[in-house]
Each structure stands twice: as C-alpha cells, then as structure tokens.
C-alpha cells in the first residue's frame, strides 16, 4: 500500500491531518515552547535585520555565524571549563551551572562576534572597496556560508580532534530540562525559562543600544542615508563593523540558548535551517526593522508551533513559509513595515 | 564610540549572568545524578524470525576468507563501493566502506597475482547524488562488481542503471521492500528486508515485550514510512492510530511529538528513522517523563545513537537484520581500522568475500560475476549467504539489540 506510493507529494499529502484537539488541549504548552524557540528565531533576525538596514545586504552567512557560535560554546565547555562530553546531564548546583552557562555564553558571542566582523572584514569590505553590485554581494555571502560550513566539516577535525565532521558533537548537558512550574497547566521547565529570559533581556538591551545610544543613532542614521551621515562626520565603515558585531554576539548567545534545548544539535549544518527560519523572521517583522525583527521571531516561533500539532510535525516548515508567503501578500514590507532607516529619534 | 560599544558589550554580558542566575535560582538539584563518562553499549540480545520468536543461531561453521588459497590469478579489476561517505549518515557508509577494504586488503595480500582494487564513490546517501554517481561507476570498464548503494532511497534511483550494465549491484544496507520488486536482475540483499524487521520486531514487542499499546514514529523518509508501516500493518490495533506521528528527517526538536506520546501514555514507542533523529527523541522523550521502553529499527544501531543520547538510551531495544561481528573479526576489523566493526561492516565483510571468491574462481566479468552471485551459496560473518531469484536471501533473521 504505502509503497505504492513511496515518495510521490500524493502521498504524502495524504498525511496531513486535522488536528484541532490536540491544539485547543495543549495551547498553553504550545505557545511557551514556541515561545522560546521564538526568542532563538529572533535573536539571531536581528543580525539579519541590522546589516540589511545598514548595508541592504542579506547576510546568508549569518547562520553560519550562528553554527560557529554553536562550537564555541561547546569549546568553551569543553576545553576550557573542563567539562567531559557524555550525553548525560551534568548537575554542578544552581549557580555553578548558571555561571558556567554565563561564561560558555560570552565565549559563544566572542566567537560569532569575532566571526562576523572577519566575515565583513574578509568577504564584503573588498566588494565595497570596488564598488560591486548588490548581487554580487549576494553571490559572496552564500559562498561564504558554504565555505564556512565545509571547514568545520572537513578542515575542523584536522585542527582540533574531535570536533566537526559528519556527526554532532556527543552533548555536554549542563542542564537536565525540569518543570518550573505551571501555566494554565503547562509546564515551565527551567530551560524554556532561561532561553525566554536571556532573549528578553538581549532584545531590550539591543532596543535601547540602537534606539539610545550615539552609535545606535550613528546606525540609523547610515541606514537612512548613507552619504549624508558620513558628511556629518559618522565613519560608515566603523558603524559596519559595529552592526556585525552587535548581529553575531547575538547570534552567538543565541546559539547558546538552542543548545541548551537541543544539545544534539552542534553540527556544521546546524545553522542553515534556523538561519533560513530566522531571515523569514526577519521578513515577516519588515526586514530592517529591529523590533520587527524581534516581534517576527516570536511570531513565527508560535505559529510554527501551532502548525506542526495541527497539520503534522513534518508540515513544521511547510507552515512557517506559508504564513510568510500569506503576510507578505497582505504587507509587502512585513508586519511593522522598514523602519530602521525612517527618521525617528 | 568604540569605547562605549565595548562598554555595552560587557554590561550586557554580566546583566545576562545575572538573570541567568536570576532563572537558575528556582531550579532545585537532583540528588545523585551522575555526569561520569557512561559505558552504555549496544549488545546483542537474540535472534528472532517473522513471528517475534527466538532463534538460536547456527554453530560451528567457519566463515568464508577473502584471502583464498592465495595462488589466484587475474588481470587488473576493481570492484565498486558505494554510499554517504560524507553526510550526517556517513558512519553507516564507513562501515560498509571498512569492511569491504578488509575483504579486499586480505584478498589483495593473500594473492600476489591478483589485485583487486577497491573504488569508493560518495553518493552523500542522496538519491540525486547517486543518480549522477552511477554511470561514473557503470562507465568504468574495470569495475565488474559493487556493494551498495547504501540506503533504500538511492538504489531505488539507480538499480535501473545497474540493471542494465549487468552490474552486480549487492547492497550491504537497503532494506526497502520494493527494491527487489522492481525486475532488477543484478540487484542482490545481503540482509533480510524491512518487510521482514517490521514484522518480526512488531511481534517481538507483541509476545515478548507483552506491550497493549505502542506509538509507531516515523521520520517520512522512504526507510522510516516503509518500516514503521510494516510495524503499524502487524501490531494491528495495538499500534494506536491517535499517536501514529511523523517527524521530518532533520528535526532535532521534538517537544510536540513528546507531548503527543505523553497524552497516550504507551507500553512502548517505536521510532523508525536513524539514528541522529533517534538520539534527540528518545532523550526528550525521557526529559519528558515518558517511561515507555524505546524501540527502533537498524538505522539507529549506531554508536554514535548511544554517543548522542546518552543515559536516555538506556535499555532501549534496536532491531536490526545486520549480524554481529564474531571476535576474530572484531579484532582483524579494530586492528585496521582502530575502531570496533558498527552496523553493516559484517555485511559489507561479507559481500566483499564473495566477490573476491568469484573472482579468485575466475569470474573476472560482470556477467560471469553476476552468474557467480546467483548461485553462491556459503557461510559469511553474519549469515549464510544464498539468494532467491529475486535478490532476497532465502533465510532471512531479524537480531535484537539492547542499549545497555
């Protein structure tokens, strides 16, 4: 029977379901879990969203950023804090664990940080330099993500043993995921809890970072016109760096916080997928526009969390690009619209 | 500017320590939760046929040795592997790749006047891939045999190809029913097929593990919809159509599933996909709280699955047509390769061999070699060897392993 149809779209069309109980009963677990993959989705839009604001430039490298922050993280346990892989949980006391996630977690942003300004640096400065066209910008930044994933798959494992290559890394598990508490019975586990919160409090300090600060003005003010804000005296090359650097360190705590969820996940492909999910993110909210990059990821975090009970855990990606399809038919520039560049003070 | 960004930059850093610190505080300790490095193994447990039964395994017979009487003569040959060498998959192709350059490194050292030279062709375990690979290894006019494709997916995509070179195509790992289905007469199965492991395994859970309810996960890939049918078809109404679910190959998340299961609270759950999906599930199924006994099928036998999921793999069951190594083997295979044999490296031992004997008996072209298949019958690592017209084996035994 199934074999009939082994592959063909007909069949598996067949598996779409209907779900609508299992969605009213398991709501409220359904949006805190998307919840926090949410706030993962959004962190690492913002980097998507900055650099486009700045550069109109869509960094496809940017998942790699995150892949990188990934093993960072995981170096950082590893190496340094001395922690040895197992696949089983690690239980060092509330604190400990916190600090150690706290220093794995600046380590990881070191690293994507550190990755993001060598990426422009190395890859889009020279394009600037010599005047190239927007596409070839595009052409580069997929070059480089491949690049980037290639040598963690293959040239990784020859620098440092054991790391990269085809398989995940075997897991450190500084946390065993643990019910909290309860909301509209369902449960809070502590993971869920520091991913929403780390996220939380990123995204406002990234708000008011862009929104307050000299060099946040000094962004927008090279998003919205270039040429005149170098006239009046901000360095354009500077405020580049700067917003890559703001988009990886936050791509970096991010990857942090997916390992967390999924410990299984540090793999040199881990990025693409997510990175894909956190640019529709991006779109959705109006690419260029921070907190519409913040309030995409949420959304789509949610939706897609929504989608997969009712038509299917394997129809996951399927719901999340439609939604984007369908909300760009109805807001081309996304949900809060482009607005980095906008005058707004 | 720059100064105030690196300010910021370490603000921000300790104001994350802080709410970390903040979120962990509710966050009681578990007592006697241990972090040491786990010595958790998969091991064999029984040898089962259609019916779920126990089977004791044939003693006594010495397997087949590549090496021959060593006074073989041929003109230079080569025959062909092929599958992920590379990929999230590639350890089952290395297995396979390892063991058919044990069979052919002995053959080669064992008989100066005649070397076999062994061709690897990385098909990434992708059907695309494969289909582009084939002719390179068709078109090669000194190739006369080859163990693979790998996976279902790419032999169905490219046994056509084989077929008509006349190319004995003798795979070590695809198990997809269908394959010898398809009229190919150069497609030989070193193992029993997924039409065989569903039942056989539906049955074990059935009488052996005495489960009332079990949820059948599949992972949507060719592999994964094929067996966790055959499982679902046996169990019959004890495979629970509410918490039939499909995951996606690639998904590491899969709270939704785990909150599906949890709502039927099954005696078992059976996962059919491989095993970098394996370990992420079973593991957040445990997170959980789910209890029920964990079983899957041959693309999770890996060591890599208990590697990944650690203590959460603990007394999982994993099915699994491929046979395990005999000592000797395991020794020979370790001593080369400095790692133990893994699923599929007896099987691709095994293919190996007899390619290597049909050649050392003179069948030095792909329709004397395909002819050599046909009527091949002899003991292996694994099993005894001896196919039906189709392609099959003519007995074909599920093993049983057990994550402990």
């Given at each position: 029977m199934v074999h009939d149809c082994l592959g063909s779209t007909a069949c598996l069309a067949a598996n779409i379901g209907f779900d609508l109980d299992g969605f009213r009963n398991g709501f409220w677990q359904l949006t805190i879990d998307g919840l926090a993959w949410g706030s993962i989705y959004a962190l690492v839009a913002v980097g998507y969203t900055l650099v486009f604001g700045v550069l109109?430039?869509?960094?496809?490298a940017h998942s790699e950023i995150f892949m990188l922050g990934m093993f960072g993280a995981y170096f950082c346990l590893d190496m340094i804090l001395g922690f040895v892989p197992s696949g089983n949980a690690y239980d060092k006391g509330v604190l400990l664990t916190v600090f150690y996630l706290g220093i794995a977690m600046v380590f990881a942003m070191l690293v994507s940080g550190s990755a993001a300004v060598g990426l422009e640096a190395v890859a889009y400065r020279p394009l600037r330099k010599r005047g190239a066209k927007p596409l070839t910008f595009l052409i580069t930044a997929i070059g480089v993500s491949f690049v980037l994933q290639e040598f963690v798959h293959f040239i990784l494992p020859q620098i440092?043993?054991?790391?990269?290559?085809s398989n995940a890394q075997q897991p450190i598990m500084l946390v065993r995921p643990k019910t909290q508490f309860h909301v509209f019975d369902a449960t809070v586990s502590n993971i869920t809890l520091v991913i929403v919160a780390a996220a939380l409090l990123l995204a406002v300090l990234t708000d008011v970072a862009i929104n307050r600060t000299k060099f946040g003005r000094g962004i927008r003010a090279v998003a919205q016109d270039p040429i005149t804000a170098t006239l009046m005296g901000v360095s354009r090359e500077r405020i580049i760096m700067v917003t890559f650097l703001i988009g990886g360190m936050l791509a970096g705590a991010a990857a942090l916080l997916y390992t967390l969820r999924v410990p299984q996940g540090i793999i040199y492909s881990g990025g693409f997928l997510l990175g894909i999910k956190a640019f529709t993110a991006a779109v959705l909210g109006g690419i260029g526009n921070l907190r519409g990059a913040l309030l995409g990821g949420l959304l789509l975090g949610i939706m897609e969390n929504y989608g997969q009970v009712v038509f299917g855990t394997q129809w996951r990606d399927v719901v999340a690009f439609v939604l984007l399809v369908l909300v760009l038919l109805i807001r081309p520039t996304g949900i809060l619209g482009e607005s980095l560049g906008k005058a707004r003070v | 500017m720059h100064g105030r960004a690196t300010r910021s930059a370490i603000a921000a850093s300790s104001a994350v320590l802080v709410v970390l610190g903040i979120a962990g505080c509710s966050q009681q300790s578990a007592p006697g939760e241990n972090s040491a490095q786990s010595d958790l193994k998969i091991v064999e447990q029984v040898q089962i046929d259609q019916n779920g039964e126990p089977v004791k395994a044939e003693g006594g017979l010495t397997p087949a040795d590549p090496a021959g009487d060593g006074k073989a003569n041929c003109p230079p040959l080569s025959i062909a592997m092929a599958g992920?060498?590379?990929?999230?998959?590639?350890a089952l192709g290395i297995n396979i790749k390892n063991g058919v350059q044990l069979a052919v490194d002995k053959h080669n050292a064992a008989n100066p006047g005649c070397q076999v030279q062994l061709k690897t062709f990385d098909t990434e375990g992708d059907p695309q891939k494969a289909t582009q690979i084939a002719p390179q290894i068709v078109d090669d006019a000194f190739t006369i045999g080859l163990v693979g494709p790998a996976f279902s997916g790419e032999t169905k995509a490219t046994g056509g190809v084989f077929d008509q070179a006349g190319l004995v195509a003798a795979t070590a790992s695809a198990t997809n029913v269908t394959l010898s289905e398809q009229g190919w007469k150069t497609f030989f199965r070193g193992l029993a097929n997924d039409g065989v492991q569903g039942p056989s395994v539906a049955n074990y859970m059935k009488n052996s593990l005495d489960a009332k309810k079990v949820c059948v996960v599949d992972d949507s890939t060719d592999y994964g919809l094929g067996l966790a049918q055959a499982v679902r078809e046996t169990l019959g109404p004890i495979a629970d159509p509410a918490c039939n679910i499909s995951v996606k190959?690639?998904?590491?998340?899969?709270s939704a599933a785990v909150t599906q299961v949890k709502g039927h609270s099954p005696d078992a759950v059976f996962y059919s996909g491989y095993y970098a999906e394996a370990a992420p599930f079973v593991q957040q199924l445990r997170d959980g709280g789910v209890t029920a006994t964990f079983v899957t099928g041959?693309?999770?036998?890996?060591?890599e699955f208990v590697k990944q999921a650690g203590a959460s793999s603990k007394d999982a069951l994993l099915s699994c047509p491929c046979g395990p190594a005999t000592k000797e083997f395991a020794d020979e295979y370790t001593q080369k390769f400095g790692e133990e044999p893994g699923t599929y490296s007896t099987e691709g031992y095994d293919l190996g061999t007899i390619m290597m004997k049909g050649i050392d008996s003179g069948a030095i072209t792909r329709p004397a070699l395909l002819d050599f298949f046909r009527n091949y019958q002899g003991q292996g690592v694994a099993r005894k060897y001896q196919w039906t017209d189709t392609g099959e084996l003519t007995t074909t035994l599920i093993w049983m392993y057990k994550v402990q």
């Open positions: 109109r430039l869509i960094n496809f440092i043993k054991g790391y990269g290559g | 992920a060498l590379t990929g999230p998959d590639a190959k690639g998904d590491k998340d899969f041959d693309g999770v036998k890996d060591p």
